[in-house]
């Protein structure tokens, strides 16, 4: 069974810094595009990044440009959401993703193949 497994969420103070890590115990990650997505209370699942199966193209939602970057190690199975100066507003669920491309998960609704199961990121002013 596939399983994406997000680690590194937590409660951090406005203009701080978090790093998400998404784990996968399969080998649908070397085939996929990945990316994370965000849900807060009351709101729809958002896109917030993506980078492709080899690590380029990354691409970001307008809200956060300039303080997320996201980056993949292919060796370790492993995709990363470093966030900086953080707001919040930046406050949810942060779920990983894999898709058959970029453009699958920046289309609403998104066509994902594997979701995680999320990991809070509580940001207080």
């Known amino acids: 069974q596939v399983q994406l497994v997000e680690s590194g969420g937590g409660l951090v103070q406005a203009g701080g810094s978090l790093r998400l890590s998404c784990a996968n115990s399969?080998?649908?990650?070397?085939?996929?595009?990945m990316g994370w997505f965000r849900q807060a209370p009351g709101n729809e699942r958002e896109f917030v990044a993506a980078?492709?199966?080899?690590?380029?193209?990354?691409t970001y939602a307008d809200s956060v440009k300039g303080r997320f970057t996201i980056s993949r190690d292919n060796a370790g199975n492993t995709v990363y959401l470093q966030m900086n100066s953080l707001k919040p507003e930046d406050t949810a669920v942060y779920y990983c993703?894999?898709?058959?491309?970029?453009?699958?998960?920046?289309?609403?609704?998104?066509?994902?193949?594997?979701w995680g199961q999320g990991t809070q990121v509580t940001v207080s002013s």
């Open positions: 399969g080998s649908i990650f070397s085939s996929n595009a």
């Open positions: 993703a894999a898709a058959g491309g970029i453009v699958y998960m920046t289309i609403i609704p998104p066509r994902v193949n594997y």
């Open positions: 980078v492709s199966r080899y690590g380029g193209r990354p």
